[in-house]
T-cell receptor
Framework: DVKVTQSSRYLVKRTGEKVFLECVQD?????MFWYRQDPGLGLRLIYF???????EKGDIPEGYSVSREKKERFSLILESASTNQTSMYLC????????????FGSGTRLTVV | GNSVTQMEGPVTLSEEAFLTINCTYT??????LFWYVQYPGEGLQLLLK?????DKGSNKGFEATYRKETTSFHLEKGSVQVSDSAVYFC?????????????FGKGTHLIIQP
């Protein structure tokens, strides 16, 4: 069964910490995405990548960075966590173009205290 | 730009009721259209999709028909179950592929009561 695996289901971090959220896919997909999901705001795209070492800003990149050193792995980095980054983070991957749909991970619920 | 509009709910129905969740979109050309479902505490799962006008996507008793003339992709199910309680997202990818990801609606929270 094809999978997108996010390393943690729940995380609690302190304000100012550097936080790494890891995502791995086993489908040889070219594209990978990070979204955050908040009540009343739906899903918002943070960053995406269409190839190794390539990255593009989404709608809300401020306060985040990403790394894609290998095709299967896409990391989201919170350089200095803040309480307004408390959210559900969802990773997804797709083939080029995305017309066949995206496969999502189970999500990481991050709480910054 | 592209956009997706859907009722946010919550939508509360009794078991075995008929379900319709409306979805309309704005996009040029012929986007691919999707419904995703999110069960409590989980990520999103692809429920069904349609890639061209008049296509019908179906899965697990759910159906949606791609209507170009009304720019709609309404989700329907004839008889809902308690296990269908979840959040449902309508989404699109522009024709030719989306360089910047799916465009989602804000999600519809569905509650099915026994």
């Amino acid at each position: 069964d094809v999978k997108v695996t996010q390393s943690s289901r729940y995380l609690v971090k302190r304000t100012g910490e550097k936080v790494f959220l890891e995502c791995v896919q086993d489908m040889d997909h070219e594209n990978m995405f990070w979204y955050r999901q908040d009540p009343g705001l739906g899903l918002r795209l943070i960053y995406f990548s269409y190839d190794v070492k390539m990255k593009e800003k989404g709608d809300i990149p401020e306060g985040y960075s990403v790394s894609r050193e290998k095709k299967e792995r896409f990391s989201l980095i919170l350089e200095s966590a803040s309480t307004n980054q408390t959210s559900m983070y969802l990773c997804a991957s797709s083939l080029t173009g995305g017309a066949y749909g995206y496969t999502f991970g189970s999500g990481t619920r991050l709480t910054v205290v | 730009g592209n956009s997706v509009t859907q009722m946010e709910g919550p939508v509360t129905l009794s078991e075995e009721a008929f379900l319709t969740i409306n979805c309309t979109y704005t996009a040029t050309g012929y986007p691919s259209l999707f419904w995703y479902v999110q069960y409590p505490g989980e990520g999103l799962q692809l429920l069904l999709k349609a890639t061209k006008a008049d296509d019908k996507g179906s899965n697990k008793g759910f159906e949606a028909t791609y209507r170009k003339e009304t720019t709609s992709f309404h989700l329907e199910k004839g008889s809902v179950q308690v296990s269908d309680s979840a959040v449902y997202f309508c989404a699109l990818i522009p024709s030719g592929g989306g360089a910047d990801g799916l465009t989602f609606g804000k999600g519809t929270h569905l509650i099915i009561q026994p």
